[in-house]
């Protein structure tokens, strides 16, 4: 008897999702120490979290007993935060809990999934492991969304394969653009559910439609605490769902996430608003001045963005080389290896001294000219 055999046939050939390199394995594989290492890959707030959660960690006295499984405190603190009643709100082990319940929410067998790649990598390996019918829409050259496209496919999917799920992320990971709100507005009118994965909002000069779900019955929004609130480690997102929908995700969800530690974290950090705004503004500010830096050495194109990174473009070199090159110097970029993404690398805003070590070493990495 092999037992592989058994796993599951849609499970067994599926490739498994690419994750970061942790730290200790990085520092061992490049000979340095942490602080030496500037970590620019993975879009994490290089300020970390609010004192006033570190605070409240420290202090925790409750971590021998369950979480509450309603997350009552944590949803309140969510929904003053937000402005959408708690009823609408549900937290998981970040985003990516989230997500995965959705997918098992609403897929069964023949249901697609449609995806709008270059885009975060979640969604397809959520479809994966649901087995959804894995449809792809390309974004366009300048990674907008091309909903004539998405409706087409809507419209001419075979008989047995019903789309069901749309993700969107927006701001968009990995280039940081907008879907316009006409957009947003036409996707809504599909029979379709969209999640808007809004991972990144807090960087951009955008709103929130994390309201929207009150009026739009196919609108689920995502939003977490690893990026905006720098607590990415400890693993809190919520969803914020339609009223009927939501009470089956709760159905289906294990009960005790997030853990204690990321519930404490999570609602010190949005006791402290100021820090919040300050870190936002330090990063968005950073941002432009990379962006500005970037340009001007003449070989990336830097393409625009309302996120915590920078996707650039490398011309007259190989983007994965240059990683390594970076790597090297132990400065962290994520390079992709994916269709329309391979001369590109993406680089996350972190603190302007390693703005400044990442630009250094870029020069230095420049290539000879003749
Ligand atoms: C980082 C990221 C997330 C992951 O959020 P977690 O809450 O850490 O799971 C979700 N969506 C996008 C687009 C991201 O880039």
Sequence with gaps: MNVEEMIAPHLRDMQPYTPIVPFDVLTKRLGVTRAQIVKLDAN????????????????ADVLHIYPDPDQTTLREAISGFIGVPIEHILCGAGVDEVIDLIGRAFIQPGDAVIDLPPTFGMYKFEADIVNATYVTVPRRADFSVDVEAIKQVVAHQPSGSRPKLLFVANPNNPDGCMLADRDLDELLDLPLVVVLDEAYIDFSAYPSRAGWVRERGNLIVLRTFSKLAGLAGVRVGYGVFPQNVIQHLWKIKQPYTPNVAGSIAAIAALSDPEYLQEVVRRIVSERERMGELLSELGWLHVYPSQANFLLCRVRDRDARQ???????????????????????????????????????????LEPVKE
């Design 44 to 59: 994490e707030n290089p300020y970390g979290p609010s004192p006033r959660a570190l605070q409240a960690l420290a202090g």
């Design 322 to 364: 240059l990683k390594l090159g970076l790597e090297q110097h132990g400065i962290l970029v994520r390079y992709f290896d994916r269709d329309g993404l391979r001369d590109c690398i993406r680089i996350s805003v972190g603190r302007p001294e390693e703005t400044d070590r990442l630009l250094a070493t870029l020069r230095e």
